[in-house]
């Protein structure tokens, strides 16, 4: 799913808005993460996905490191 979303991104650079409960899938797909929570809803983290998008790795230190930060802002 990931790749046909990026592919067709790929195609059409608009700016997209994506939501999703994945932190995985926010690091591969994002530009910036926001973290929203609580009740009325407030935006409790920002996150910049410094890494170029098509040479992303989960297991690499720097998205190893910012999932650790999103997961932390999520908990808190």
């Given at each position: ?24 899938e ?32 989960l ?9 650790k ?8």
């Amino acid at each position: 799913m990931i790749g046909a979303f990026l592919r067709l991104w790929e195609n059409d650079k608009r700016t997209v808005i994506f939501v999703t409960h994945d932190i995985d899938e926010a690091l591969l797909l994002s530009d910036a993460i926001y973290v929203i929570k609580g009740v009325p809803a407030k935006i409790c983290g920002r996150f910049e996905v410094s890494e170029p998008q098509r040479e992303r790795d989960l297991a690499s230190d720097g998205l190893l490191r910012l999932r650790k930060q999103v997961y932390r802002a999520l908990t808190e």
